[in-house]
């Protein structure tokens, strides 16, 4: 049997179900700051220009985990790698709902980031369990669970968060985290490594699928302007409702960001108009709604009267998760149908990207918001929207994805796919 025929034959049945849990309570991870990020800096103490750092640094431990990590899924037994990723996973949390200094703090957000890196572990490894007619919908459904897992992260943050104040937070997840584990290992098979190559001759094999597939690239790279978007509006939107004129406690906070998750019903949309053949119209459309939202957050958050201004801030964080759901999609539809025997990496790759984008975000907005407020962050968002349209509109027609098949037998033997 070929490389190629091992990394499509499935060895077990993947348990979807305990996978899209397992994805939706580690993304959790990556955004429990976001809604508490104003009493975490009073905490800690920390300058206003430091305030993105808490959501920041779990974005961009994120995206090293997916370059660093994720590799290592065709390299290392599966089930071994996604134990021990978790249980650092786990302990990250821990130490970041202790009472310790903010640089300590800082550091486990970073950690906590790099091991929730384990999601992109297992949705490959979930691929490779599944058989090539049902893999999609596999992991399509995965998907969804992370999915719904980002946009549940907020609320559920600022409920837990304004109960028990926002080290509470982190201890649950850390208790969660550690849960999912003990269930994970009871129920992974032993999935054999792909490659026998070394580490480093495996992370230079990304820097060469980045070079060489075009989709990948086209893909990941309007994915991420998007999610830069996505990241610097939510990274500061719970400090302007809880400032004047609309005054908004955690509990308020909570129910805008659970609003929020209305825009996850762009997913199953964009998938069936993807496999329709409408990905190029699709795209564009997704684009000019994170567009529109970043000028509804801008008129919602300048407005005087507060029902009004809410009211625009709400269908902003509407079209804004919408558009970038919807990109992300239709991206990982097709990304996921080029070269099995590499699915690990180019799902590292383009995931890696894709949070790159929200680091870099989080981050600018950051500095715009010590600046120039509200105002300040959203044209950051406005910025980031305007270029993911640029690049889509520049796009040329995306081939037609066709799930890889063998050489004829009229062609001499290869390791690739035609």
């Known amino acids: 049997m070929s490389a190629m025929d091992a990394a499509a034959a499935p060895v077990a049945r993947a348990p979807v179900l305990l996978f899209a ?57 599966s089930r071994r790698l996604v134990l021990l990723t978790l249980s650092a996973n786990a302990l990250a949390l821990l130490v970041a709902a202790l009472p310790i200094p903010a640089t300590a703090f800082l550091a486990a957000s970073l950690l906590a980031g790099l091991t929730a890196a384990v999601i992109q572990m297992l949705i490959p490894m979930a691929a490779a369990m599944t058989a090539e007619a049902q893999r999609g919908r596999v992991i399509g459904n995965i998907t969804s669970g992370l999915m719904l897992g980002i946009m549940l992260a907020r609320p559920l943050a600022s409920v837990i968060g304004g109960w028990g104040g926002w080290r509470t937070s982190y201890l649950a997840l850390a208790a969660a985290i550690a849960a999912l584990t003990l269930m994970l290992g009871r129920s992974m098979p032993r999935l ?38 996505f990241s610097a509006f939510w990274a500061l939107v719970a400090l302007r409702l809880a400032a004047a004129p609309f005054h908004l406690g955690a509990d308020g906070i909570a129910l805008f960001a ?35 939202a970043a000028a509804l957050a801008w008129l919602g958050g300048e407005t005087h009267d507060a029902p009004w201004g809410l009211g625009l801030l709400v269908a902003a964080a509407i079209l804004l998760d919408a558009g970038t759901i919807g990109d992300l999609t239709l991206g990982r539809r097709e990304v996921n149908l080029i070269r099995p025997e590499a699915r690990g990496r180019i799902n590292g790759v383009y995931t890696g990207v894709f949070f790159l984008g929200g680091a870099a975000g989080s981050a600018v907005a950051g500095l715009a918001w010590a600046r120039a407020g509200w105002p300040g962050a959203c044209l950051v968002v406005l910025g980031f929207a305007l270029a993911a349209l640029a690049y889509g509109m520049r796009d040329g027609e995306a081939a037609a994805i066709r799930p890889p098949r063998p050489c004829p037998e009229t062609a001499p033997r290869c390791s690739r796919t035609c």
Not at 207 to 223: G, Q, T
Not at 262 to 282: E, F, I, M, Q
Request: hydrophobic share 55%.
């Open 192 to 229: 054999p490594p792909l490659q026998r190559a070394s580490y480093p001759a495996l992370l230079a094999s990304m820097v060469r699928l980045w070079r060489e597939e075009a989709l990948l690239r086209r893909r990941a790279i309007p994915a991420a302007l998007c999610f830069g978007a």
């Open 21 to 77: 849990l397992a994805t939706a309570v580690i993304v959790q991870g990556l955004y429990v700051a976001q809604p508490l990020v104003g009493a975490i800096a009073a905490s800690l103490g920390l300058a206003p220009a430091m305030i993105s750092l808490v959501s920041t640094l779990a974005m961009l431990g994120y995206a090293l985990g997916l370059f660093l990590l994720v590799p290592l899924s065709d390299l290392v037994e």
């Open 258 to 292: 659970l609003a929020g998750v209305s825009g996850a019903v762009s997913a199953p949309l964009a998938g069936r108009l993807g496999d329709a053949g409408r990905t190029r119209g699709a795209k564009r459309v997704f684009h000019v709604c994170v567009v529109l």
